[in-house]
């Protein structure tokens, strides 16, 4: 039996960390620390107790067993968000995902004398009230692409007999794992609309009027009535109008009910001018416009046609790419792994130029006589001098030396044709770390010629150093009249500084 709703509810005792959960399918689940608390009940991160991984990727929720926001929502997630039914779900759909957390167990348990009833979740991360910023407003095509996604989710779990009640951008949270996936949560007011097929009737109670978010609860809840599917639909357009003009024509208003419910009545009435004539000044709200206009002419027991709404939204068919936000004016886009993968390609990339450079100085220092070493190490530290000129000197500088290492290198081929081979990495090496975030990619494309070179697993070079090699590019250079005057200058002065080496080490 579900507990006595008496509107006010005692926030339980926290339970300890480390405090081992048995749900009613036998599964044991650790709890980890409380990261949130509402107005009824607490969160903690959790594991299964089989698994030590400690990166917690569900939550607990906790609530004491009598009261109700909780049982509302656990009932839901069992009717409706158990991961069979999500995946048999996009399939038939043929979804990329679809945006409810999934659902993994529930029990009661006992902590000093009191019986707590929990509820395992999958884990999110950051709603869009904390992206949004103080505006609260995002890119339009960001806008459209969540109304999409919740139109997703609410023909979801409209279709399950429940409707949600309550979306707004702080029940709208991005995956922990997904960043670039949105999802629906917070279903501790969510209503069975339809049970066993049964639609409620329509009746207006004023008692139980203006129930939600006043700032996006629909007409109907203004009035008392139940909510139905065009509640959901009309608060996601009240939302998505939020979203993109940052503020509402009631929002002056929200310390009067009444007053709200009279302005959301005016602009529905008076579409879709209403709504076009509130965009701010250089952009459009006829997509919305058009969207709430769809949404009024609904009965307050049909089925929208999803399908049809979500074109309104996307007129033009195009596929839905990553989420962007806008905070305080400044683009933000939202990390994704494949964000993630490119800045470790970058990464990777500086580092195996400087593996490169060290080989190189390495291999050269071994292979000269003392004498070419003690030149090649005296040339590196007059280049480190160069930092401390001028810029305008320092890059000439720069510049000059660069033509002389260029010179200095051919020099070495030519002195040392049969031992260049230590350069000539394997085409092989080049081609497979193209995936380098994937141990199985990894794995496969990992060529025999790799032992050779240990130091620089995880390494990828640049565009400009492919598989051709190092030494055909240096092959090609050729020197101007200019470059053989700088030659021979730093020629004839690297030999002083030989004679006065030499004379200092014959006088020691």
Excluded at 81 to 101: F, V
Excluded at 290 to 304: G, T
Excluded at 309 to 321: D, E, R
Aim: hydrophobic share 30%; aromatic share 10%.
């Amino acid at each position: 039996m579900p507990p006595r709703r008496n509107g006010k509810y005692k926030l339980p005792v926290p339970l300890p960390e480390g405090k081992v959960l048995d749900d009613t399918e036998g599964k044991q689940w650790v709890l980890g620390k409380m990261i949130g608390s509402g107005g009824f009940g607490l969160i903690y991160l959790a594991f299964p107790a089989n698994k030590p991984d400690r990166d917690a990727r569900h939550v607990i929720k906790v609530e004491y067993q009598e009261n109700g926001p909780l049982f509302s929502e656990l009932k839901f997630y069992q009717r409706a968000a158990k991961e069979d039914y999500i995946k048999k779900w996009i399939e038939h759909k043929q979804l990329d995902y679809l945006g409810i957390p999934l659902f993994y167990g529930s029990g009661l348990t006992e902590f000093n004398g009191k019986s707590y009833r929990f509820m395992v979740i999958e884990r999110l991360g950051i709603d869009l009230q904390k992206i949004s910023g103080h505006s609260g407003t995002f890119k339009k095509s960001t806008v459209l692409q969540l109304g999409i996604r919740m139109l997703d989710i609410l023909e979801y779990i409209h279709e399950k007999e429940y409707v949600h009640g309550d979306i707004k951008a702080a029940n709208l949270l991005l995956g922990y794992k997904n960043p670039d996936r949105v999802y629906l949560a917070d279903y501790g007011l969510c209503y069975r609309y339809c049970p066993n097929g049964n639609h409620k009737q329509y009746q207006e109670n004023p008692r139980k009027g203006h129930n939600g978010t006043l700032e996006f609860t629909s007409l109907d809840a203004h009035k008392g009535v139940a909510p139905s599917r065009r509640s959901d639909v009309e608060i996601l357009g009240y939302c998505m109008l939020r979203w993109l003009c940052g503020n509402l024509p009631w929002e002056r208003h929200l310390k009067d009910p009444v007053a709200v419910q009279t302005a959301k009545t005016n602009l529905l009435d008076e579409l879709p001018e209403s709504v076009l004539k509130w965009a701010p000044s250089g952009s459009s709200c006829s997509e919305i416009a058009q969207f709430l206009k769809c949404v009024h002419s609904l009965a307050y027991d049909e089925k929208p046609n999803y399908h049809m709404l979500k074109k309104t939204l996307n007129p033009g068919g195009m596929p839905l790419g990553p989420l962007e936000f806008s905070n305080k004016g400044q683009r933000e886009n939202v990390r994704t792994p494949n964000d993630q993968k490119a800045e470790s390609q970058r990464a990777a990339t500086k580092q195996v130029n400087q593996m490169r450079t060290k080989l190189i100085e390495k291999k050269i220092c071994s292979e000269r006589n003392a004498e070419s070493c003690a030149t090649w190490t005296q040339v590196q530290k007059e280049k480190k001098l160069i930092g401390s000129m001028d810029s305008e000197t320092a890059q000439e500088s720069i510049r000059r030396r660069q033509k002389y290492e260029s010179q200095e290198l051919l020099h070495e081929i030519n002195s040392f044709p049969q031992k260049s081979s230590y350069l000539q990495f394997p085409h092989s090496f080049y081609e497979s770390h193209q995936d380098f975030t994937s141990p199985d990619k990894f794995s496969k494309s990992r060529s025999p010629a790799w032992d050779t070179y240990p130091s620089t697993v995880g390494m990828e070079v640049t565009n400009t150093e492919s598989s051709t090699g190092l030494w055909p590019t240096i092959f090609q250079l050729t020197l101007s009249e200019e470059a053989k005057a700088d030659v021979y200058y730093y020629g004839f002065t690297i030999l002083v500084l030989l004679v006065l080496v030499c004379l200092a080490l014959y006088f020691l």
